[in-house]
């Protein structure tokens, strides 16, 4: 996620693109939409944050299928903010929805899975991490 503000539960707080060039598509987004791009090393090979052409803010992520997300489709995936991740994942297996993913942890004690619900749409469910308090 790319604000240290963790977005408000019920909001989708990212979108991500993972592919396997995710080199050739973030230039293909950059030509279409106009985004510029920031490297995000992942310990070998980066990924992308995409930003705004005019303000530079931070709108999305240019991913490849590697490392921690090997196993994801190639396709846009918003993040939905959630208070309880082992909650909703419980929630959504009881009204008919399917884990594809997951749990994983990711950098800062974050965690999300990735849930097909009953329709058959896919999307993440994200739980920022508990901030340590001095």
């Not at 408000?8 to 396997?20: F, H, M, R």
């Not at 009953?118 to 001095?134: F, M």
Request: aromatic share 8%; hydrophobic share 35%.
């Amino acid at each position: 996620m790319a604000d240290s503000t963790p977005p408000e539960a019920g909001s989708i707080g990212w979108t991500d693109l993972t592919v396997p060039d995710a080199d050739g598509v973030r230039d293909f987004y950059a030509s279409v939409v106009g985004w510029t791009h920031s490297p995000v090393d992942m310990g070998g090979y980066s990924d992308y944050c995409m930003l705004t052409p005019s303000t530079g803010r931070t709108v999305a992520g240019v991913c490849h299928a590697r490392g921690v997300n090997a196993d994801l489709p190639p396709m846009w995936l918003v993040y939905i903010t959630v208070e309880d991740l082992d909650r909703s994942m419980e929630r959504c297996r009881e009204l008919g929805g399917t884990i594809l993913l997951g749990p994983k942890g990711m950098a800062g004690n974050d965690r999300y899975c990735v849930i097909k619900d009953p329709a058959g749409a896919v999307a993440a469910l994200y739980q920022p991490g508990k901030k340590k308090v001095p």
